[in-house]
């Protein structure tokens, strides 16, 4: 299948993005399907500084990165931030396992969607976000809720269908919320949190502007994370448009793991440097090392500082990997075994572990302390899970409406929701 | 304006002070936070002032217009002005927006254009294009957009250019609007209004002319309502903007230029209430839109024929007001539904339902629901009046509802 084959899409050798010094490698800009007038016209449009890209090493056949400590040309992190990073991560991988584990064990049920392998995406970004900054997923949602600060032993309730968690038991895997966080969501349709991510933006623009609160440290920032099999779709493209439109102070993460279910992201993208379609939108467009923490780590400062400062949005490209199936229930045999093995030697936590031990930031012993601790935690949300009540029949109706009169006036005149069954669930409504 | 005046008098006269109580546009449950001001029946405050200016209820108000309204006054000293729907909207939202800043529009051409109605014309003069957002074409992606602004704190008034267009934002309409509030476990809550023109217009077209209350009807977590006059309007208007929970407010592209004299004073209806139009003895027909000018029209030569039929505008599509329905049917035991949706799975199939659920016992006859034929709207003239109700069909059926 030649057609489809990715080594299309080699043209530019793969390297490591800098900034603004080395604005004459400019990768996209040298495709050869840019016509030169496009290019002229981008040039000249675009006041900031250009966009950078590193190429991507994603596709089959090309030489593999080496893992971790290579890789990182940043300034090095100090041990506190190191230690930060290993532990959202450990706590992420953790908790993945342990929900796989209670899955078969018939403790939690439906779709189940595991990050396992894509946690430096959601460490390098959400750990650098305040809890004013608001977080926009998917239906692998759960990393992202852990990372804002979702007590796992929410997260795990939900998981469970309990009453204690994050959501009440009512949302499940695919819809972890939280306000206390500002995690707004978990979304079962992809792209669908996408505007929800535009509109939280927005609101954060329209407080600056019109109601005239403002922080010293800048805008709120929202981060919207979503996968390659989105970037096809239509609310994608329309929120890039107005986010960049109206300069919103929101990042678009792109978790490019290759695969949406069973379809092969080169085979269901006419261009699959998604990277690419933010300058067409007139924004920065970054790819990534996803399964580098740090890397990631680098590209979201910059990011999110364009955004606080009201510059508007960017477009990130993570080049990730999962390395379970798309859910607990997918069989996973469409992906081939060399490309499984390619991304398990890019562990992000074993490449994480090797720097730490490199530099000298913190001994082994250290880690494995950490370690415990989460598996300690992990063990206890379990519990607490387990021993949490289901939701009574009384919480059936109960968030429906925020105001109850919305069910209606009965035949005897007076509000449904003030017929005291109402409450206990076995009114008609 | 008759029909109003005349649900005045009827409304004074017939509801009981305890019923009143529920009718009063702002009252809070024991409980719940939220807006709480009681108007009694005899038009004294009571509860917890909010502050606000809210003088009194709708019916009050109306019932002094009945009174003042002399022979020889010239319409200067007439109580209120004039105006036409479209501007009862505009005002509505004007005063909405002005007492709380949170309160933004977004859609097409809404801002510099003024809408295509001209609902929200002048308004992005006023306060700036963020606050009255001209969007790209992207129903969807604004919906949505809207909705994420909702449960950040702002209370978005989402216009569809016209209600067919927002087919394209079913997906968050139906996955985010309605039901965000709920898998979120009551976290976040959805403040939109989601509004815009529909209905059979003039010779418009299929695409133009849809009726997209029945396609909304199942979502759970929504509120529909419907206005027909400029006082209700402006005051479901100003109800569903301060109602927390999202409402979808439906127009209609044929009474936008309806005149009628309003209060000065602010008022706001009750979203969950149905309007009396017409008090009468025979026949209850439910109604709403555009079509209860058709049942009104119809009304005078049934009255010539010596039928009284009592009209109901049901307003609140979603949830209907089973009390003032219920109220009619015990009195009158038949029911005919006169509604401009398709005739399969439309409003008047649900509320047939709920009816026949409610009050079996009370029906002398089958309930004879008159809705608009299953199909595309053509855009021929002749064709598409045979396509919604029109006032002989109506008068047909209630003669044979009442043999």
């Not at chain 1, 390297?15 to 840019?34: G, H, I, N, Q």
């Not at chain 1, 580098?292 to 979201?300: F, P, S, T």
């Not at chain 2, 100003?238 to 008022?267: G, M, Q, T």
């Amino acid at each position: 299948m030649s057609a489809f084959s990715a080594a299309k899409i080699l043209s530019p050798p793969p390297f490591v993005a800098r900034f603004a010094s080395e604005k004459s490698l400019c990768p996209f800009l040298s495709s050869p399907s840019v016509p030169a007038l496009t290019r002229s016209a981008l040039r000249s449009i675009r006041l900031l500084r250009t966009p950078l890209a590193v190429s991507s090493d994603v596709v089959i056949g090309q030489k593999p990165l080496a893992s971790s400590s290579s890789a990182t040309q940043n300034e090095d992190v100090d041990r506190e931030v190191a230690l930060v990073l290993y532990e959202d991560m450990v706590l992420g991988r953790f908790f993945e396992d342990m929900c796989a584990q209670m899955y078969y064990r018939g403790k939690m049920f439906g779709f189940v969607h595991l990050y396992n392998g894509q946690e430096a995406v959601s460490t390098g970004f959400i750990k650098l976000l305040e809890a004013r900054d608001c977080v926009v997923s998917t239906y692998r949602d759960h990393v992202h809720a852990l990372s804002k600060g979702v007590a796992a032993r929410a997260v795990m309730a939900e998981l469970f269908g309990k009453t204690t968690g994050c959501c009440r038991g009512q949302g499940g895997s695919m819809h972890m919320f939280s306000s206390t966080h500002n995690l707004l969501g978990g979304f079962a349709f992809i792209g669908e949190g996408i505007p929800v991510a535009t509109g939280a933006a927005f609101s954060s623009k329209y407080r600056h502007e019109v109601l005239k609160e403002s922080n010293p440290n800048g805008l709120d920032v929202t981060v919207a994370f979503f996968g390659d099999g989105t970037c096809n779709n239509g609310q994608f493209f329309e929120c890039l448009n107005m986010a960049q439109l109206w300069k919103l102070p929101i990042v678009f993460v792109v978790e490019n793991n290759l695969w949406a279910i069973g379809m092969s992201h080169v085979r269901a993208t006419s261009d699959p440097e998604i990277w690419k379609k933010g300058p067409a939108f007139g924004m920065p467009g970054y790819h990534v090392d996803g399964m580098d923490v740090l890397k990631v780590r680098e590209v979201a400062i910059e990011a999110i500082a364009r955004a606080r400062r009201g510059d508007g949005p960017t477009l990130v490209e993570c080049e990730t990997y999962r390395f379970r199936g798309h859910s607990l229930a997918d069989p996973d045999e469409l992906r081939k075994p060399d490309e499984k093995a390619h991304y398990a030697a890019r562990d992000p936590i074993a490449a994480l572990k090797s720097y730490i031990l490199e530099k000298n930031l913190a001994t082994e012993s250290e880690l494995k302390v950490i370690e415990e601790k989460i598996d300690n935690l992990i063990e206890d949300a379990v519990e607490f899970a387990d021993s949490s009540p289901h939701p009574p029949r009384s919480q059936l109706l109960e968030n429906v409406f925020v105001d109850p009169k919305g069910f209606g006036i009965g035949p005897d005149g007076k509000y449904r929701c003030e017929d005291p069954k109402f409450t206990e669930g076995t009114a008609q409504v | 304006m008759a029909a109003s005046l005349q649900s005045a008098v009827f409304l004074s006269n017939r509801i009981d002070p305890h019923r009143r109580l529920f009718a009063s546009p702002a009252r809070s449950l024991p409980g719940t936070k939220g807006s709480i001001l009681v108007v009694r029946s005899d038009g004294r405050i009571s509860g917890r002032l909010s502050g606000r200016n809210l003088i009194t209820n709708a019916v009050a108000v109306e019932c002094c217009f009945t009174k003042a309204d002399t022979p020889t006054s010239s319409t200067d000293s007439k109580p209120g002005h004039e105006l036409l729907l479209f501007e009862a909207l505009r005002e509505g939202l004007e005063e909405e927006m002005d007492r709380d800043p949170r309160v933004c529009v977004m859609g097409e051409d809404v801002g510099h254009y003024g809408g295509s109605y001209k609902v929200t014309k002048g308004l992005a003069p006023k306060y700036g294009d963020l606050r009255v957002l001209d969007t790209p074409i992207a129903e969807n992606s604004f919906t949505g957009m809207g909705i994420g602004a909702a449960m950040t704190g702002l209370r978005p008034v989402i216009e569809g250019m016209n209600m067919g267009f927002l087919l394209l934002a079913y997906n968050q309409i139906s996955n985010n609007c309605g039901m965000l509030h709920y898998t979120s476990g009551g976290q976040f809550k959805i403040p939109v209004v989601i509004r815009g023109p529909g209905g059979v217009g003039r010779q418009l077209g299929a695409e133009h002319s849809q009726r997209l209350e029945s396609y909304f009807q199942s979502i759970p977590g929504l509120q529909m309502v419907a206005c027909s006059t400029p006082y209700n309007a402006k005051g479901l208007m100003k109800a569903a903007i301060r109602s927390d929970n999202p409402v979808v407010l439906f127009e209609h592209v044929l009474l936008y230029n309806l005149k009628e004299r309003i209060p000065d004073e602010e008022y706001v209806l009750c979203l969950e209430e149905a309007e009396m139009v017409r008090p009468g003895e025979h026949v209850t027909i439910l109604t709403y839109s555009r079509m209860r000018y058709h049942v009104m029209q119809a009304a005078k030569t049934l009255v010539n024929k010596g039928y009284d039929p009592e009209v109901i505008d049901i307003r609140s599509l979603k949830p209907f007001d089973l009390y003032t329905i219920g109220n009619s049917v015990k009195k009158t035991h038949r029911v005919l539904i006169v509604e401009e949706c398709m005739r399969t799975g439309g409003i008047g199939s649900s509320l047939r339902a709920a009816i026949i659920d409610n009050f079996w016992d009370y029906l002398d006859a089958p309930i004879m629901c008159l809705s608009s034929q299953d199909v595309p709207t053509p855009y021929a003239g002749t064709l598409e009046e045979w396509t919604v109700v029109q006032p002989a069909q109506i008068v047909a059926a209630v003669e044979q509802l009442c043999q």
